[in-house]
């Protein structure tokens, strides 16, 4: 097996910067690639705890506290920020961070947080063309040469004569990670502009799906299929014993019978075969969802009997 692990965190459901601190230098220290986090401004289920967490304000604190750990969102709303800014904030984390910064973006799904916090929410149809244009943006920002400037005669963004700085430290600028079940626009919106393709949540049967049509659209469009790394995201529970499993369920109200249909949830060994079914519809990367970021034990079993099987 050669599936990539990183560790995926809902920080919208109660954590301070300190937890998520916590989580990334273990998450680093027990050898995951990447820490990643939602970008929501609200709770979805129990009270919200002490309160959201902006994600880039986090994960520019985190990139100073880390060294050599992945950092980004999966995904940021493009109703929450407006693309030039984005573009500017994401190159100033990944220079902080000597490199090691993704972009995950999505038209945004979760209306209750935008009335909470008076962030408009278009109908679905504008969502996308805003996405498609920020992509566009922010895209067109980054690989502007040195010197030159970038203009984009846009619906939503027009930009004129922008000189298009700071610029990421990264060769081709911060990787793009797009992702979801859409049957059109999501799929060429990835093999436009985006590194990875991720499917969330879903089956391996399903995923495998979506990586199809992903691929086939690729090939339509002359980009070598090759060259999108495919992604899904699960929620995991891992224990080596059954009550440590179901402590694990009950600590974050979820039941162990539905976390091990619908997730990654077992023993060490019954995870890693979970694995193999996504790896062989194509998966080359799970984002592996911890729920209780206050159980470190968690993440070191996982590294232990997980992590540890993989090549």
């Given at each position: 097996m050669t599936v990539d692990l990183r560790i995926f965190t809902e920080p919208q459901q109660g954590a301070t910067y300190d937890d998520l601190l916590a989580v990334a230098r273990a998450s680093e220290d027990l050898g995951f690639s990447g820490f990643f986090r939602s970008d929501h401004y609200l709770h979805m289920g129990g009270d919200g705890g002490v309160g959201p967490t902006d994600a880039w304000t986090t994960l520019a604190g985190l990139a100073r506290e880390t060294s050599t750990?992945?950092?980004g969102t999966l995904v940021t709303s493009a109703t929450f920020r407006l693309p030039g800014p984005l573009a500017i904030q994401v190159a100033g984390v990944d220079q902080m961070s000597g490199g090691r910064v993704?972009?995950?973006?999505?038209?945004?799904?979760?209306e209750a947080e935008h009335t909470a916090y008076g962030i408009p929410f278009p109908p679905l149809g504008e969502r996308f063309d805003r996405l498609e244009e920020q992509l566009a943006v922010i895209t067109g920002l980054w690989g502007t040469q040195p010197g030159a400037t970038f203009s984009h005669d846009g619906t939503h963004y027009p930009v004129t004569d922008s000189p298009a700085l700071a610029k990421p430290v990264q060769d081709g600028g911060v990787p793009i990670i797009i992702g979801g079940g859409g049957k059109r626009r999501t799929p060429a919106l990835a093999v436009r502009h985006a590194a990875e393709f991720n499917a969330a949540f879903s089956s391996a049967d399903a995923s495998g799906r979506l990586f199809?049509?992903?691929r086939d659209v690729a090939g339509r469009e002359g980009r070598d299929p090759?060259?999108?790394t495919l992604s899904a995201a699960q929620v995991v529970c891992v224990g080596r014993d059954e009550a440590t499993l179901r402590r694990r369920a009950d600590?974050?109200?979820r039941d162990l019978g539905e976390l091990r249909e619908a997730g990654l949830a077992g023993s060490p060994d019954e995870v890693v075969e979970k694995i193999t079914t996504f790896e062989a519809v194509g998966a080359e990367r799970i984002y592996l969802q911890v729920l209780d970021l206050s159980d470190l034990d968690h993440l070191a079993d996982i590294a232990d009997g997980v992590l540890r099987q993989l090549p």
């Open positions: 750990i992945r950092l993704e972009l995950g973006l999505g038209a945004g799904w979760f199809e049509r992903v090759a060259s999108l600590a974050v109200g």
